[in-house]
């Protein structure tokens, strides 16, 4: 019984000991092989397309429950890889959850480019709008995965969840909310983020 405590209290660190997303190397593919993008995390599954051997800062979105099996976009399309063949970024502890974060949603379309320390750009199919002044993201306190910023008189808020932008079948692994305020107006935007630059 005390054993089946201690599993218990560890459990929680132990998933949250690597959070995803994260960005990823193909790592053990020979110069003239590549490495396959399935359509499920199984050997057997439709071939979606490939990486190659040198391909670096891959987002890893979910892991598969035996951790052999990691779910990465191709495209506009989720696909699954092989981590066998994937070597993890080391985090970098200047900066939660990523330097930057590109964002997305829709109604209407728009994107934004959260880079921490800097600032944040929103765009729109008709407006583009700079927010200087941008701190660091902080996490909540006593809720692991929660994170804010704030940027002039406006704010984001991330949490790591599953999450779809509404626009394409890509897979995303951080929800965020937008609250920005400009030119006496004020605009919440929901929508998902990746630790890559698009």
């Given amino acids: ?117 800097q600032g944040v750009t929103i765009k729109t199919p008709e407006t583009s709008t700079d927010f200087p002044g941008a701190g660091l993201f902080v996490q909540a306190n006593g809720t692991p995965g929660h994170y804010a910023i704030g940027f002039g008189e406006s704010s984001a808020q991330v949490t790591r969840s599953e999450c779809s932008d509404g626009m394409s079948d890509r897979s995303f692994a951080l929800r965020v909310g937008l609250f920005l305020r400009h030119d006496q107006s004020q605009t919440f935007y929901s929508g998902c983020c990746s630790i890559t630059m698009h």
Avoid at 18 to 26: C, F, K, R, T
Avoid at 31 to 54: F, I
């Fill in 1 to 117: 019984m005390i054993r089946l405590f201690i599993v218990a209290l560890l459990w929680p660190m132990s998933v949250l000991a690597e959070p995803l997303p994260a960005l990823y190397d193909v790592a053990g593919v020979a110069a003239d092989d590549v490495l396959n993008v399935r359509a499920a995390p199984t050997g057997s599954a439709e071939k979606l397309g490939e990486l190659l051997p040198n391909d670096k800062a891959i987002e890893v979105t979910a892991i598969n429950a035996a951790k052999t099996w990691g779910r990465i976009n191709l495209g506009e399309v989720p696909g699954w890889v092989s981590m066998r063949y994937m070597t993890r970024h080391e985090d970098n502890p200047d900066f939660a959850l990523a330097h930057a974060l590109t964002c997305y949603g829709t109604e209407p379309f728009w994107r934004a480019d959260i880079t921490q320390g």
